[in-house]
């Protein structure tokens, strides 16, 4: 899927998405084909001279030699010399990546258990797609609201850590519209590896277009739940009876429901609103307190919705 032959075509790594991708892949190549030159002529020359100066009779002896300055001064300069050009270039390289160019288009990224949000500053958002026009510096302000997550996207050879309680800050450029594939590379917990999203790169006036609109236009409010559940609640819930992180909501509304404190009640409408705003205040039997809270987090529309969903699973 994401490794497929077109991904790698004609190279060892990955598409390049990025401004930068190119110059981050000359000098992995350059190191990588010194460090196989490297260990040819230490390993090569290791056996050559093990096979020539072998011992071939009982008083051959090898002669006392204390020094040789020339070799001596050789095999230190040339690795010293070579040393510091991969300092320089990557440091060179190192810069582009990490420097945000003034007047980049920010788009907030928050991580949490298991997936990613975007915030736009129009106030649009979306979760699990991220939207940024092509050929244009885009920054990214990075938070999580729970563990530490790592936003890592391979084509455009760029990641950054998301951290609970503060910003990190990451940028690039993507000259080609397409997708391009983004995980999170910091262990997180159960779900870590089904923690993607995608960057679509889209040409600046469909972008545009993409920001005006309403994501849930001509929708019911079954199908703006049906929409919310896919991005922000299938990493723990089915949409059957099988529990994953949390239960499977098919039949839960109407159902008893037992908790960890011995109580129980049936499930309503406010239950769900509960379960979803301050998830810790009744905890199913059997299951671990780890849902974060949605509070603030989803408008009305989005509450509404994800209610006249679960209520239509049967
Ligand atoms: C990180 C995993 C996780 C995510 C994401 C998550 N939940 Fe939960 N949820 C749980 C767990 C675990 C429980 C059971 C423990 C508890 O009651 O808090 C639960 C319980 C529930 C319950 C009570 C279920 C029952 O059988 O009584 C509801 C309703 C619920 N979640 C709704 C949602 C909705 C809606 C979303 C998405 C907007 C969501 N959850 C996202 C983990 C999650
Ligand atoms: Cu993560």
Known sequence: MFFGTKAFAGSFMPIQGSTFAASVDSL???LVYASLISCALVIGGMIFFAIKYRRKTNDDKTAYITHNSTLEFIWSFVPFVIFMIVFGWSWYVYLQIRVVPKGAFEINVVGQKWNWDFIYKSGRKSSGEMYAPAGEPIK??????DVIHSFYIPAFRNKQDAVPGMYTQMW???????????????????GHSSMLAKIHVLPKDKFEEWLRNDPYKGM?????????????????????EENKVGPGFKGLFGKKRDFADGTSLLADENYIRESMMMPAKKVVKGFSNVMTSFQGQLSEQEVLGVIEYIKSLQ
Do not use: M
Not at 221 to 238: E, I, N, P, Y
């Open 28 to 30: 992995y190549k350059f």
């Open 220 to 240: 019911n409010l079954v199908q703006v739940g049906l929409k919310l559940f896919d991005s922000r609640c299938t990493a723990c819930h089915s949409v059957s």
């Open 140 to 145: 990214l302000i990075l938070s999580s609201r």
């Open 172 to 190: 690039f450029n993507a000259p080609k519209p397409g997708s391009y594939q983004v995980f999170c590379t910091e262990y997180c917990g159960e």
